[in-house]
């Protein structure tokens, strides 16, 4: 397959993936600001914590599977042999769901032990859906692996995160009980557990492959050794992982109180939407990564690679810098009370912006089966975030808890940087150079130059981010073969008038 298939490729999935991205995002952010408009900071910071630690859990739970489970059924669902691709999901699935179940049950008998607040009540709760938390997870990740994003679009983009805003009107139109709010976000796993499972068979079917095998099987036993030496490692860093993005809301509850968690939570998960933006390129760019290194097309994966960045830097930095120069125009989406989140907003714009240039280096590292080192990578990082936040929060508040999640970031990508770089190359180039220059001319400059001029209203940022945004589609317009945008655009119009299979 020559390099511009191979771009066109990676744009057919980075497309469905955006799709299930933005779709993520704008979900995610719909709960927040019903939430925050609806209850007290004090109810909704009990929920963000619960979440939090449910999401953690979760991580625990499925042991890093989930990156294992792509890579290898990447890397085998072109075998001969029917039964492979069955094979390392039941290898994966099995053990992840006899855990899930017994946390689940242990969770729901132990947490009375600690009281009957509304915190452990709603966690009580949250530990039945664990199970259907990971069984979802793994079988979309298995679709994955299997080549497309459309699963994961309709699933958990478009029934699971288009639920949870859905109930949360819902509960806030009738009920102001905190427990109700919770289980709105919550119970949608259940529902995608199922659906991603019918999803998984369908694909399965389609591509005539077996979609599930004895645990006994030769497919099973043949993949289980070396599958679980590789998640063995990536189970520690995928709790790393989430420990960074999460561990710092219950910390922020415990130190400063559940409303700055509110607060926190609400100003830090819409800068962390932006990386839901390019969640859908870093999903299609592993499971092409892997293929092509065991192809030994060390070229092609590198030229991905550096593709993956540049559509990253396009996509995100816009956000990333309207949040950095216009934060109270961001806040101002979850009502007045929460303009003190407005330091986080720019601390962590900033720290997002480093992170989004670096480019998905510890996927690209996990695809070049260096687990153990994104291990050692990711750990580092959270022990510096949680160092960092247990130092600075009962100091300076939710800014110290910005400054954590932002050096954390700043780690977490700059090592994997440097590993890939004697395999892989540098993740970024003279293109993403020049999409991270267009996006600061379009949304930074004219902001700056007007707050330099004393115009600095909420009218005058809205106006001039539209305005950017106009600028921004022009230049994208001009540059678009640099930043290799004609294969974005050639996968739109296939997609328009194809339809074969989604990838």
């Given at each position: 397959?020559?390099?511009?298939?191979?771009?066109h490729?990676?744009?057919?999935?980075?497309?469905?993936?955006?799709?299930?991205s933005?779709?993520?995002g704008?979900g995610?952010?719909?709960?927040?600001?019903?939430?925050?408009?609806a209850?007290?900071?004090?109810d909704?910071?009990v929920?963000?914590?619960?979440?939090?630690?449910?999401?953690?859990?979760?991580a625990?739970v499925?042991?890093?599977?989930?990156?294992?489970?792509v890579?290898?059924?990447?890397?085998?669902?072109?075998?001969?042999?029917?039964?492979?691709?069955?094979?390392?999901?039941?290898?994966?699935?099995?053990?992840?769901?006899?855990i899930?179940?017994?946390?689940?049950?242990?969770?729901w008998?132990?947490?009375?032990?600690?009281?009957?607040?509304?915190?452990?009540?709603l966690?009580?709760l949250?530990?039945?859906?664990?199970?259907?938390?990971?069984?979802?997870?793994?079988?979309?990740?298995?679709?994955?692996?299997?080549?497309?994003?459309?699963?994961?679009?309709?699933?958990e983009?478009?029934l699971?995160?288009?639920l949870?805003?859905?109930?949360?009107?819902?509960?806030a139109?009738?009920?102001?009980?905190?427990?109700?709010?919770?289980?709105?976000?919550?119970?949608?796993?259940?529902?995608?557990?199922?659906?991603?499972?019918?999803?998984?068979?369908?694909?399965?079917?389609?591509?005539?492959?077996a979609?599930?095998?004895?645990?006994?099987?030769?497919?099973v036993?043949?993949v289980?050794?070396e599958?679980?030496?590789?998640?063995g490692?990536?189970?520690?860093?995928q709790?790393a992982?989430?420990?960074?993005?999460?561990?710092?809301?219950?910390?922020?509850?415990?130190?400063?109180?559940?409303?700055a968690?509110?607060?926190?939570?609400?100003?830090?998960?819409?800068?962390?939407?932006?990386?839901q933006?390019?969640?859908?390129?870093?999903q299609?760019?592993?499971?092409?990564?892997?293929?092509?290194?065991?192809?030994?097309?060390?070229p092609?994966?590198?030229?991905?690679?550096r593709?993956?960045?540049?559509?990253?830097?396009?996509i995100a930095w816009?956000?990333?810098?309207?949040?950095?120069?216009?934060?109270?125009?961001?806040?101002?989406?979850?009502?007045?009370?929460?303009?003190?989140?407005?330091?986080v907003v720019?601390?962590l714009?900033?720290?997002?912006?480093?992170g989004t240039?670096?480019?998905?280096?510890?996927?690209?590292?996990?695809m070049?089966?260096?687990?153990?080192?994104?291990l050692?990578?990711n750990?580092?990082a959270l022990?510096?975030?949680?160092?960092?936040?247990?130092?600075?929060?009962?100091?300076?508040?939710?800014?110290?808890?910005?400054?954590?999640?932002?050096?954390?970031?700043?780690?977490?990508?700059?090592?994997?940087?440097?590993?890939?770089?004697?395999?892989?190359?540098?993740a970024?180039?003279?293109?993403?150079?020049?999409?991270?220059?267009?996006?600061?001319a379009?949304?930074?400059?004219?902001?700056?130059?007007?707050?330099?001029?004393?115009v600095d209203?909420?009218?005058?940022?809205?106006?001039?981010?539209v305005l950017?945004?106009?600028v921004?589609?022009?230049?994208?317009?001009?540059?678009?073969?640099?930043?290799?945008?004609?294969?974005?655009?050639?996968?739109?119009?296939?997609?328009?008038?194809?339809?074969?299979?989604a990838?």
């Amino acid at each position: 397959m020559s390099e511009s298939r191979e771009l066109h490729r990676l744009a057919r999935g980075g497309l469905g993936g955006l799709l299930a991205s933005v779709i993520t995002g704008l979900g995610g952010l719909a709960f927040i600001t019903i939430a925050a408009r609806a209850f007290p900071k004090a109810d909704v910071g009990v929920v963000f914590t619960v979440t939090s630690l449910f999401l953690i859990a979760l991580a625990v739970v499925t042991l890093g599977s989930d990156i294992g489970l792509v890579r290898f059924v990447a890397m085998r669902s072109e075998e001969a042999d029917s039964d492979h691709v069955a094979g390392v999901l039941v290898a994966t699935l099995a053990p992840v769901v006899v855990i899930s179940v017994g946390a689940a049950a242990g969770l729901w008998f132990l947490l009375p032990l600690l009281g009957d607040g509304p915190l452990v009540q709603l966690a009580r709760l949250f530990a039945l859906f664990l199970p259907f938390g990971a069984v979802s997870n793994l079988v979309l990740a298995a679709t994955r692996g299997l080549g497309t994003v459309r699963p994961t679009v309709l699933v958990e983009s478009l029934l699971r995160q288009g639920l949870q805003p859905l109930l949360a009107l819902l509960v806030a139109l009738r009920s102001d009980d905190v427990l109700w709010l919770g289980l709105a976000w919550v119970t949608p796993y259940a529902v995608s557990s199922v659906a991603g499972t019918v999803a998984f068979r369908r694909l399965c079917r389609q591509r005539g492959v077996a979609a599930w095998v004895s645990p006994r099987s030769p497919a099973v036993v043949g993949v289980r050794r070396e599958l679980w030496a590789f998640n063995g490692p990536r189970a520690v860093t995928q709790i790393a992982q989430i420990g960074i993005r999460r561990a710092d809301i219950p910390i922020v509850a415990a130190l400063a109180g559940p409303s700055a968690a509110a607060v926190y939570t609400a100003a830090s998960r819409f800068v962390a939407a932006g990386l839901q933006g390019i969640k859908g390129i870093q999903q299609m760019v592993g499971p092409q990564i892997a293929r092509l290194v065991a192809a030994d097309r060390i070229p092609s994966a590198s030229l991905a690679l550096r593709t993956a960045t540049t559509w990253n830097v396009v996509i995100a930095w816009p956000l990333y810098l309207v949040c950095a120069v216009a934060p109270g125009l961001v806040l101002l989406l979850f009502g007045r009370d929460y303009e003190s989140g407005t330091p986080v907003v720019v601390i962590l714009a900033l720290g997002m912006l480093i992170g989004t240039a670096a480019g998905p280096v510890d996927i690209a590292l996990l695809m070049l089966g260096r687990s153990a080192q994104s291990l050692v990578n990711n750990m580092t990082a959270l022990v510096t975030n949680l160092l960092l936040n247990l130092t600075l929060v009962p100091v300076v508040g939710i800014t110290g808890a910005a400054l954590a999640w932002s050096v954390a970031i700043v780690v977490s990508n700059a090592l994997p940087t440097w590993q890939i770089r004697p395999i892989l190359g540098s993740a970024a180039d003279r293109h993403t150079a020049l999409a991270a220059g267009l996006a600061v001319a379009a949304f930074a400059v004219p902001p700056l130059l007007a707050r330099l001029a004393g115009v600095d209203s909420l009218t005058a940022q809205a106006v001039l981010v539209v305005l950017g945004g106009l600028v921004y589609l022009a230049l994208l317009h001009t540059c678009r073969r640099p930043l290799r945008l004609p294969e974005l655009a050639g996968a739109v119009r296939r997609r328009r008038g194809r339809q074969p299979q989604a990838t």
